[in-house]
């Protein structure tokens, strides 16, 4: 993992260092392992390679050395560059560009996401090939009669491509007209869905991990038919939720990627709670609180229809009295039942308790109790009733069981769908939502 500092670079607010470390993590969420990292400065491009002779040799060397299945450069490469590269190293080179579409092209779930991350895909080949198309004709002076083989096997290429992208273009328009319905349509799982959003390192896989790695729930049918970055997880109170894992927010996204990453944040729209990871150990916490929020807004994730929980995370880093001071409030908010952050450490796992018990109260907060009562003979419904909802209560008479459901606003209104009027739902008269924090 190279990455390029450029020397000229007026935006010195993030620091190289967390730059070079974003994108180690960018390369873990594809499950490659960084064997070295490190920077290159420059002050002026090389139009060859981009970084300097030194450089490429000692990188030669190193390559030689680790034998590495690529080298990733954390900067833009051109075509040529890219080439160069990777005859200097004899290694496969991939750019920033192309890792995050490497990325999205893994995490994009929906229909919509796998277009829109093709569609960048194309687009990005696509002007690779003009570029080696037009290198290629300097290199042979440009002489004009008809094109040569390699000519017209880029020109054949080019054609082709741009027939792939604008089918997509015109799948896509289809897709966002039919949108909601496959939203619905894919809302089968009967557990709650937390999403754990955030800027890259903020440490959302980390807590993934640790939030789900005691769990055996792999065996349970259900989990195991879904990906890789969502996973089951039991709450203090017995509630099971599915906690679904992000690609992050990435500083200085290239922008032809804007629309494939909204497209991977899609199943965020269908979060019923969504856990904001912030490195609060990180110089630009706030700018990046802000950007987040900013974005959620614009994928119309509206605050007031969605819970939003703050995870202060990191802060084993901060000082000490800083730190206890928040596992204090956390502990506050704990017994008062209050409060929509909380300050936790995936790494020590200080504060996680604290944060599965939010959890709980913020879900349970939003369900309210059935009653089913069904007939004797009534044995699938029994089964889709335990399948479906968490069953609190279970009585059997001859004349029929009657179950008591702890139940979600989208749980109920399956259940309703499903057994019409042998549902009852119980009015209680404890408050829907704690709030403030
Ligand atoms: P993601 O990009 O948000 O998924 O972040 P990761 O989970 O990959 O974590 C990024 C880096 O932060 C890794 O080096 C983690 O070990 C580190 N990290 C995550 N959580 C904590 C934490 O609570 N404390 C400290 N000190 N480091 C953490
Ligand atoms: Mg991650």
Request: glycine share 4%; charged share 40%.
């Given at each position: 993992m190279l990455h390029v500092a450029r020397k000229t670079n007026t935006d010195a607010s993030r620091s190289e260092k967390s730059?070079?470390?974003e994108a180690i993590a960018l390369t873990a969420a594809i499950g490659l392992e960084v064997a070295h990292g490190?920077?290159?400065?420059?002050?002026?491009?090389?139009?060859?390679t981009l970084i300097g002779t030194g450089k490429v040799q000692e990188i030669k060397a190193l390559c030689a050395d680790l034998e590495p299945e690529v080298v990733i450069v954390n900067a833009a490469l051109t075509p040529v560059q890219q080439r160069n590269l990777e005859r200097a190293w004899s290694s496969k080179v991939l750019d920033r560009t192309a890792l995050i579409l490497e990325i999205f092209g893994e995490r994009a779930h929906t229909r919509e996401g796998r277009l829109q991350v093709e569609l960048a895909h194309l687009t990005y080949q696509r002007s690779r090939l003009v570029r080696s198309w037009t290198h290629l004709e300097r290199q042979r002076g440009g002489f004009g009669f008809l094109g040569g083989p390699g000519e017209t096997q880029i020109e054949t290429d080019r054609r082709l491509i741009g027939e792939?992208?604008?089918?997509?273009?015109g799948e896509l328009e289809e897709v966002k007209r039919t949108r909601s319905l496959h939203r619905r349509a894919r809302k089968r799982v009967p557990y709650p869905i937390v999403a754990l959003v955030g800027y890259t390192n903020a440490g959302k896989s980390t807590l993934f991990n640790r939030l789900t790695s005691a769990e055996v729930l792999a065996k349970d049918m259900l989990f195991a038919t879904l990906d890789p970055t969502m996973r089951g997880l039991k709450l203090p109170s017995g509630r099971r939720i599915i906690l679904s894992d992000t690609v992050g927010f990435i500083a200085d996204l290239p922008t032809q990627l804007v629309a494939a990453f909204r497209a991977t944040l899609e199943e965020v729209l269908e979060?019923?709670?969504i856990l904001h990871v912030r490195d609060l150990a990180h110089e630009e916490s706030d700018a990046q609180k802000a950007?987040?929020?900013?974005?959620?807004?614009?994928?119309?994730?509206?605050?007031?229809?969605r819970i939003i929980v703050e995870v202060l995370n990191k802060i084993d880093l901060l000082e000490s009295d800083v730190r206890q001071s928040l596992l204090s409030r956390n502990r506050a908010k704990d017994a008062m039942q209050t409060g929509e952050s909380v300050a936790v450490s995936a790494l020590t796992s200080e504060g996680l308790e604290s944060l599965?018990?939010?959890?709980?109260?913020?879900?349970g907060s939003r369900e309210q109790t059935l009653r089913l009562s069904l007939t004797p003979d009534d044995g699938a419904g029994l089964a889709w009733a335990h399948a479906n909802g968490r069953?609190?209560?279970?009585?059997?008479?001859?004349?029929?069981?009657?179950?008591v459901i702890a139940a979600d606003p989208p749980t109920i209104e399956k259940f309703t769908a499903r057994f019409g009027r042998q549902i009852k739902i119980v009015e209680e008269d404890q408050p829907r939502r704690a709030i403030s924090s």
């Open positions: 730059r070079l470390e490190l920077i290159a400065s420059i002050a002026k491009p090389t139009p060859a792939r992208i604008a089918k997509i273009k979060a019923d709670l950007d987040v929020v900013k974005i959620l807004k614009e994928l119309g994730i509206d605050e007031d229809e599965l018990k939010l959890l709980d109260r913020l879900l069953v609190l209560e279970r009585r059997s008479t001859e004349k029929g069981t009657y179950l």
